[in-house]
């Protein structure tokens, strides 16, 4: 099963979606979602900011809880 890291990789890249614009959108750094990816940290997110990311990538909540 793939982590967190590469769902949202994964996601992004298929959609053809750019690190800096998900950092734009959720008000984060590129550096931010670099480590998301790399799965240095993992996405701490307010509710606002998890709804923007899930409207972005094209995820329900549940695929990012897998």
Known sequence: ?????????QRRES???????IALE???T????????????????????MKALCDLLNFKLEDLAD
Do not use: D, F
Not at 1 to 9: I, P, T, V
Not at 15 to 21: A, E, F
């Open 15 to 21: 959609l053809s979606v750019t690190q800096r614009q």
């Open 30 to 49: 590129v550096t931010t979602v670099q480590n998301w990816e790399a799965g240095r940290y993992i996405p701490k997110l307010s509710p606002n900011q």
């Open 26 to 28: 959720l008000g984060v």
């Open 1 to 9: 099963m793939a982590s967190l890291a590469e769902k949202l990789k």
